[in-house]
């Protein structure tokens, strides 16, 4: 049986990328690393890792070793923690989209934060698609992400409701219908946005091919580039409320089936002590509205 120190020096291989950095991490000599790797690959009959350059890459077995080595770490230090009757410890990884994180998530981190101070907390954005795969590869506890996604595989709870928006420069007309935009710039975020897939699906429903779009890493990017005249976006009304610079575009409605979106949060399996205290606290905001 693999043990828990072998599986934590697999898992630093991995996220250093290389046994030097990872025998730096863990205070060891290098050659203790590589031969706790070697005894994990002789034991399991497979490649775990494979040089490339200068560096160090999972093979597809070593990927899926890395997911369990993930839970079992993470399930052995929550049993060290309750063990000792120290519950309130430990640590937190919420994944978040953006727009999530600077109008929704202030609030409920100060209050979590206030209540459970020896949590640890870590707050990582990226698109619905790229925080529910690391949700399911144990990398993040929990996710807010929003409609529409893919939810095998994974708990979901709707926890907001966002109403989204298109905007556009101030100067720019009230919008007729979806056929206004057909020459558009869509100004949006990378594939695997959820209100992206919500605006490029309305579009196509009403046989509008998007012709051009410029990813942008930010809303205040996409407002910004909104403003100069560069295209028009999609985003939360709580988004813009909250950005001093949404005063320089208009934002315009949306039908129903598009404008109406909810922020789910996403976890895998049981949830720890610690987010079950998160959860409950953004239930009660949630009961509140």
């Known amino acids: 049986m693999i043990d828990l120190d072998s599986l934590d020096i697999f898992r630093a291989v991995a996220r250093e990328g290389g046994v030097l950095r990872a025998a730096e991490t863990l205070n060891r000599v290098p050659s203790n690393v590589t031969t706790r790797i070697k005894q ?6 497979v490649e775990l890792l494979r040089r490339q350059g200068r560096n160090v890459v999972l093979t597809q077995a070593g990927q899926t070793l890395l997911v369990y080595a993930e839970r079992l770490l993470k399930l052995a230090g929550e049993a060290e923690a309750a063990t000792r009757g120290a519950p309130s410890f430990g ?14 998530l202030p609030k409920v981190l100060a209050d979590f ?4 101070p020896g949590v640890g907390l870590t707050i990582e954005t990226g698109t619905t698609g790229a925080l529910i795969r690391k949700v399911r590869d144990y990398q993040l506890d929990a996710a807010f992400v929003g409609e529409p996604f893919a939810s095998d595989g994974v708990n979901a709870q709707a926890v907001f409701e966002e109403t989204l928006v298109l905007v556009t420069a101030r100067s720019q007309r009230a919008l007729a219908g979806a056929g206004d935009l057909s020459s558009r710039t869509i100004l949006t975020f990378t ?24 990813e942008l890493a930010s809303y205040q990017a996409i407002i910004a580039c909104a403003a ?3 295209g028009c976006g999609i985003m939360p009304m709580s988004v813009v409320r909250s950005l001093r610079a949404a005063r320089d575009i208009r934002c315009h409605a949306l039908p129903d089936e598009v404008a109406r979106n909810a922020t789910h949060l996403v976890w895998m399996g049981a949830p720890s002590w610690q987010l079950e205290q ?12």
Not at 91 to 104: K, N
Request: aromatic fraction near 4%; proline fraction near 0%.
């Open 40 to 45: 994990m690959e002789d034991r399991l009959g």
């Open 91 to 104: 640590q937190l990884r919420l994944g978040s989209m953006e727009s999530t994180a600077a109008s929704r």
């Open 113 to 116: 934060h206030r209540r459970h």
């Open 191 to 214: 594939k695997g946005c959820s209100y992206r897939k919500r605006l490029e699906g309305w579009l196509s429903s009403q046989d509008i091919t998007v012709e051009r779009v410029l």
């Open 228 to 230: 100069a005249g560069a």
């Open 278 to 289: 998160f959860m409950s606290l953004v239930a009660g905001i949630h009961a509140q509205g």
